[in-house]
């Protein structure tokens, strides 16, 4: 099987390396910067189009619909020049947009799943992401071996478009929690409590989940590990994902969903949560 990886940022460029290291890849980015860190593992594609010729399974992680509708179905896309073979979406998008393009691409002869992944950068190095997948019982299982390149556990949610719906439920939570933990460190704070005794009792008693102890961590150390200014940029990056994604989660839900009354309340306020003392 010859592969394919559109999208080498944060999380896109570790998962490619390990595709890399696996199988005969090609990758590419809009930024031909990327295909440094590529020069002596993958073959660089001028386009998704032009990938499009040779690979018959293709990764796509870019940042939103919009991108991934010019990956798959623009006028360089992967679907002007493939006729088999699997795509696989790992951008959190729409889960009408994952419809969309499944429709366009089986009128083409390929298959393409929604495949949305949690683990961030360290897990997709070891290979230890987790992935929500959408389609058919074939179509997963025909994707499931490269997958299993640097995912160690696949969650089949359901037909196209279920694995993105999940990954918004998932990321919903994500954001809720994050917002809420810094506030209850602030809090503790401004009590004159010493903060490591919030995350003994919160470890003890289970609502220090690990993504929170990450974040918290990062917000301790982060500026002295990394220094301010990349610190700083890692919390603007925050936000607009945030924003991003929790904006999915109230078009989703628009459509007949419920009220999702404390989303919209973080959603509101979470540039401020996130960047209240640090500056912008």
Known sequence: MRTG???LGNIGAPMAHRLA???????????????????SKA?????????GKAATFVAVCVRDDGDVRRVVDGADGLLRTMRSGLIVIHSTVAP????????????????LLDAAVTGGPDGAARGELLVMVGGSDEAVAAATPPLRIYCSHIVHAGAPGAGMALKICNNLVTYIELAAALEAYRL??????????????????GNLTPSMAKFIDHRRSGP???????????????????HKDLALAAQVAADGGPALTTTGHVAAEFERIIMEGIGR
């Open 5 to 7: 990886y559109v999208g």
């Open 21 to 39: 290291d696996a199988t005969d890849c090609l990758v590419h980015d809009v930024s031909p910067a990327a295909a440094a860190a590529f020069s």
């Open 43 to 51: 073959q660089w594609s001028a386009s998704p189009a032009e990938m």
């Open 96 to 111: 009408a947009t994952v419809v969309d393009l499944a429709g366009q691409a089986a009128a083409c002869g390929v298959t």
């Open 188 to 205: 503790a704070d401004a009590l004159g409590l010493d903060p490591e005794k919030l995350t003994e009792t919160m470890s003890a008693n």
């Open 224 to 242: 002295d590990r990394i220094g301010r200014e990349a610190f700083t940029a890692s919390q603007h990056a925050l936000v607009m994902l945030g």
